[in-house]
């Protein structure tokens, strides 16, 4: 194989293959998701892996993940596509689209891709679980959408995952508050450099997310959104808060958490967890997108929701050293073929169909050979059928972490097999 044979073959820069055992944690993850949006009243949304890149465009003009991350293609037809870079504007896209019935409460698990300089945690495509609820603007469903989101974590056994809240306010309040801040900024920062001053000028509020060391003096004493709600944002800030602690939800003001998107209005928040780096240690977001549909051509609709990186979370775990799924046996039964072929194979039918996990070894190896493959499958229980027991009409059953060995009868296999499925459970 040539050098750069052996670089195509690979999967490319900042993506990865997610194979077993991680798998089974990945898709654990999203199960209890998709538990907990049922339980919430949520409907999953499968929206297309690229959109006409103009419904990105929409949302991002000052943000690097759609002018400079963004993947870009002309199809056969000529048209401009672009791969998700987010989640949120193909959503509120399918709502304007197809107008369900207000109040619409979405969720949905989905890669994104965005050309970042990839690291642990940052990668060109990762996943996001996320939900949205368009058609209204109750301070209720703010709440509701962030309880969602943090009883998520807490589900998962997390810590050290803290909540930041602000509110970006109306747009009005927010114009008048962008004059003010690059005003402060220009002034404070002038000997900052070209990079500031530009960025100052022409997108104030991303200054304050800037991770610069040599900027953050002038970013801590810069005025504050907060001060320049108007009254609605302001008592709709107010009944978020208090609801958060009708629900004892622990909750920090973060008054320069500007979040990476355009379209945000009124309540933003993000997860963090002490647990990860700094550079990246978000493990979701979100906030109020109350113009965002009008935007698209749409009616006004107010919307809410949040997007949480898969592959952060099970950084996380780790982590904080929680295990989520993949921990027990990953089989309830191998079955060893002892020559009879056609009864073994009826047998992990039979127990497959009656809701167990059972496996077996095919290409006629010995029985020495399949013992070995049961305690490789992380099997619980290794079931051997051979002609002794099938004279008894019995199955012999091995612990495969205890190695003791019992004889059941055969039509009370599956159900033995349960129980102990149960109890390991408990
Ligand atoms: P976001 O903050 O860009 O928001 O992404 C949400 C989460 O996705 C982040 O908190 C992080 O966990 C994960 N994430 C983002 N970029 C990467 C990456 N390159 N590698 C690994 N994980 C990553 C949004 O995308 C909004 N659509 C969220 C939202 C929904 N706002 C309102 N509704």
Redesign the pocket.
């Given at each position: 194989m040539t050098e750069d044979a052996g670089a195509i073959y690979r999967a490319p820069v900042g993506t990865h293959d997610v194979l077993a055992p991680e798998s089974t944690r990945w898709i654990e993850v999203v199960r209890r998701f998709a538990d907990r949006a049922e339980r919430f009243g949520y409907g999953l949304v499968i929206t297309p892996l690229f959109e006409h890149a103009e419904v990105f465009e929409r949302v991002g003009a000052s943000t690097d993940?759609v002018r400079k991350e963004m993947y870009e293609l002309t199809d056969r037809g000529g048209r401009r596509l672009a791969l998700r870079p987010?989640?949120?504007a193909p959503v509120v896209r399918a709502y304007v689209q197809h107008h369900p019935t207000p109040p619409w409460k979405a969720w949905y698990v989905a890669p994104?891709f965005?050309y970042?300089r990839p690291q642990k945690?940052?990668?060109?495509q990762?996943w996001?679980l996320?939900a949205?609820v368009l058609g209204i603007d109750d301070p209720d469903v703010d709440v509701e959408v962030i309880a969602f989101a943090h009883g998520f974590y807490v589900d998962l056994g997390l810590r050290q995952v803290r909540l930041r809240i602000n509110s970006m306010g109306a747009p009005s309040d927010r114009a008048v508050y962008i004059d003010v801040l690059r005003k402060y900024l220009l002034d404070h920062g002038a000997s900052l450099g070209e990079e500031f001053l530009t960025r100052a000028e022409q997108h104030p509020l991303r200054v304050l997310d800037a991770k610069k060391e040599e900027w953050q003096d002038v970013i801590e004493r810069a005025p504050q959104l907060t001060e320049y709600l108007g009254d609605a944002a302001r008592v709709h800030f107010e009944r978020v808060q208090e609801g958060l602690e009708a629900l004892a939800i622990p909750h920090e003001l973060s008054p320069r958490l500007v979040?990476?998107?355009d379209y945000y209005t009124s309540t933003t928040f993000?997860?963090a967890s002490d647990a990860l780096d700094a550079a990246?240690d978000?493990?979701?977001?979100?906030?109020r997108?109350d113009q965002l549909a009008e935007e698209m051509g749409g009616k006004p609709t107010p919307g809410?929701?949040?997007?949480?990186?898969i592959?952060?979370v099970l950084i996380t775990c780790e982590a904080e050293g929680v295990t989520v799924g993949g921990d027990g046996p990953a089989l309830d039964a191998f079955v060893i073929d002892n020559g009879l072929g056609e009864a073994s194979t009826l047998l992990v039918a039979a127990l497959r169909e009656a809701g167990l996990r059972a496996d077996r070894a095919y290409g006629g190896r010995s029985v020495k050979a399949q013992w070995k493959l049961a305690d490789r499958s992380r099997a619980a229980y290794g079931v051997m059928l051979g002609a002794d027991e099938l004279a008894r009409d019995a199955v012999a059953v091995k612990d495969l972490a205890t190695s003791t060995q019992i004889e059941i009868p055969r039509e009370q296999v599956a159900g033995w097999l349960l129980a102990r499925r149960e109890e390991r459970s408990k």
């Open positions: 993940v987010e989640g949120t994104n965005r970042e945690g940052r990668y060109r990762h996001q996320g949205e979040r990476g998107f993000e997860f990246q978000a493990v979701g977001g979100g906030g997108y809410i929701g949040f997007g949480i990186g592959e952060r």
